[in-house]
């Protein structure tokens, strides 16, 4: 059965205090996987794709990479304003998106 | 502005009376889609459409249904709400470009449904 996990269920940061999230993906084929912020009372926010191990991307303090078998979510010098929900997605080779759980993130100033 | 708008954002009903929450995008967007998230259960999707006059079943389709009859709304119409039914509701659009495109999406703001 096509599966997305993540991990930590929430996480708790002092500012400035650099640290990863997880998501683990156990899917018939992988056309891709996708990060999103989602931000109370708000929509999901997409911020990145990734298509094959080894990709990475960036943006401001996030860094996203891509194992076979999972992907990270790296927070440098996290800021209390990256405060959020951090979600994971994976395409299938059949084409069926599938989230995870979330990661809930609190950086504390 | 690019957006995708949902109406209403809120709303309490009870058990039976028929209700339909709107989704419109102004970004020329061909897939369309409807997800229900739940603590602990991620975002799951109920339908989605690749095209207008083109709608699917997602993973948890039972008590709903969709329309695409123009390609900028996809209404979600709930026939005979149940408590089951209590959720917080996104519709998502992805930008042109194929199927592998549907997991770069762009969602509302959201719709909290309340059934008693």
């Known amino acids: 059965e096509d599966q997305v996990t993540q991990s930590p269920e929430a996480l708790r940061l002092q500012e400035g205090e650099s640290s990863s999230l997880n998501c683990s993906y156990t899917?018939?084929?992988?056309?891709?996987l996708f990060w999103y912020r989602q931000d109370p009372g708000k929509g999901p926010e997409f911020l990145f794709t990734?298509?094959?191990a080894g990709e990475e991307k960036e943006k401001e303090r996030l860094k996203a990479t891509l194992t076979k078998k999972e992907s990270f979510l790296h927070i440098t010098a996290p800021k209390p304003e990256d405060s959020a929900t951090y979600l994971c997605?994976?395409?299938?080779?059949?084409?069926?998106?599938?989230f995870g759980s979330g990661t809930r993130l609190l950086v504390r100033p | 502005e690019a957006q995708v708008t949902q109406n209403p954002r809120y709303l309490i009903t009870v058990t039976g009376k028929k209700l339909t929450v709107t989704c419109s995008q102004n970004?020329?967007?061909?897939?369309m889609s409807w997800y229900r998230q739940d603590p602990g259960l991620g975002l799951r999707q109920i339908y989605y459409?690749?095209?207008?006059?083109?709608?699917d079943k997602g993973d948890v389709p039972e008590g709903y249904k969709v329309s695409r009859k123009e390609k900028r709304n996809f209404p979600l119409i709930l026939e005979s709400p149940s408590p089951n039914q209590t959720s917080l509701y996104f519709c998502?659009?992805?930008?042109?470009?194929?199927?592998?495109?549907?997991?770069?999406?762009?969602f509302g703001e959201g719709s909290r449904l309340t059934v008693l």
């Open positions: 998502a659009s992805s930008r042109p470009g194929g199927t592998v495109n549907t997991g770069e999406l762009f």
């Open positions: 997605a994976v395409l299938t080779s059949s084409y069926k998106l599938i």
């Open positions: 990734l298509y094959s």
């Open positions: 899917v018939s084929g992988l056309r891709g």
């Open positions: 970004m020329n967007h061909e897939y």
């Open positions: 459409s690749m095209n207008v006059e083109v709608t």
